[in-house]
């Protein structure tokens, strides 16, 4: 089994560090800043091997350089984006394999918050940036709500026991949201006081399995006729598709973060 570390950042970053036990290495993901990671890595007397970067936002990508100037190790991320130290560009298809952690991750292309965004998906673990939140998804800086829609359907389509470590720490403001889009929705009650209370003590409400997702996260139900109903509402008019559905609720939320 391979143990997957959050490592906070900023003001809501996670960073993961993965690794596996029986040995001192360990993949970095999204280093948005370096010092924490160092900090990690010298708690946990861990080397890193690898690291795997889902877009080029600055807060995912910033601590490249310091982290190379240490540790000379590949990086992956993006072929299309415009990512520091990148030595191996992934597409769609592509795999990842980290003989030092004994981890083969595919790759998946998932546009939407930024053009080139893409997703690892291996170990019954997906890490997927600021694509799919838990309990929402990015802004469509980049790509469009058709984009988005399709991207989030294709992470959807992953087994249901696949663990989501998003790029976050955005599950309460989240679950608040979705309590207004589907009033009724008891498991998402329950979510919203379960993800306070981890909050109330420092700990992290990621990551989430992708059924509880499934369950409770609007921008993964577009096609559940209540959410259909609730974005007819706040368009006021008809929506035909899946894709329509999903673009209304992710203005929805624009709207209301301001």
Known sequence: MITIQAVPAFKDNYIWLISRPGTPYA?????????????????LDLIPCAILVTHHHWDHTNGIAALLGRY???VYGP??????????GLRHGDR???PEIDVIFDVLHVPGHTLGA???????????????FTAG????????????????????????????????????????????????????????????AL?????????????????????LRSEMPVVVAAAERFTAQRLETGAEVFAAVRRWKDVLDG
Do not use: W
Not at 79 to 87: C, D, F, H, V
Not at 124 to 132: I, P, R
């Open 27 to 43: 993949a970095i993901v999204d280093p948005g800043d370096a010092q924490p990671v160092f900090d990690a890595l010298d708690r």
């Open 72 to 74: 000379p190790v590949p």
């Open 79 to 88: 072929a299309t984006e415009n990512i520091p130290g990148l030595t191996h």
């Open 96 to 98: 990842v394999s980290l």
């Open 118 to 132: 893409i997703a690892f998906y291996g170990n019954d673990a997906l890490f997927c940036g600021d694509t799919l």
């Open 137 to 196: 998804c990015g802004r469509l800086f980049e790509g469009t709500a058709a984009q988005m829609h399709a991207s989030l359907a294709k992470l959807a389509a992953l087994p249901d026991e696949t663990q989501v470590y998003c790029g976050h720490e955005y599950t309460v403001a989240n679950l608040r949201f979705a309590e207004v889009v589907e009033p009724v929705n008891r498991e998402i009650q329950v979510r919203l006081v379960d993800a306070q």
């Open 199 to 219: 909050r109330a003590k420092g700990i992290p409400t990621v990551p989430a399995s992708l059924a509880e997702e499934k369950r409770t996260n609007p921008f």
